[in-house]
């Protein structure tokens, strides 16, 4: 895991996006912070995956990539995938889209620590709407849902990428959630 304290230049950041079946909200939030970081080295790995293995090696939805496309990000191509025990040491950040998300990634960090002892290596996992400016917001899952669903998490995830990337990337001081486990 790429360190991100103490003084001195930083290595550069991996970040891991994570909703349930990893074809509507963990793609688009891994398509939208792809195309605002391209050329940023101070971000090294971005990714996404699901809590449940629903889609594994499905494209994402097709309302996800018209939407992306939409705006702009034409070149997003990703296959489903499940978050694995390895995504807790190989990325800094694993930001979930929803409080069940957030439940159970931090039951596998938390079965994580106890097998293996090890703690300061984890990623943190957090909410990514932290970064948007309202603690916990949550982006609701578009899937049964029509297009606009997809729009608004569209603008969540645009609003939350930009949050991380001031105060993550450019420093800002903000305090942790209270609910970020395992930091």
Known sequence: MAGNGGGGARKPISVLFVCLGNICRSPMAEGVFRSMTKSDTRVATIDSAGTGAYHEGSPPDPRTISVLEENGENSYDHQARKIRTSDFK???????????????????????VKNSGIHAALAKVMMFGDFGGCEGEEVIDPY??????FTIAYEQMTR??????????????????AHAPMS
């Open 90 to 112: 190989d990325f800094d950040y694993i930001l979930a889209m929803d409080a069940d998300n957030l439940c159970d990634l931090s039951r596998v960090q938390k079965r994580i």
């Open 144 to 149: 049964y849902g029509a297009r606009d669903g």
């Open 160 to 177: 939350f990428s930009k949050g991380f990337i001031e105060q993550v990337l450019h420093g800002v001081d903000v305090a942790t959630p």
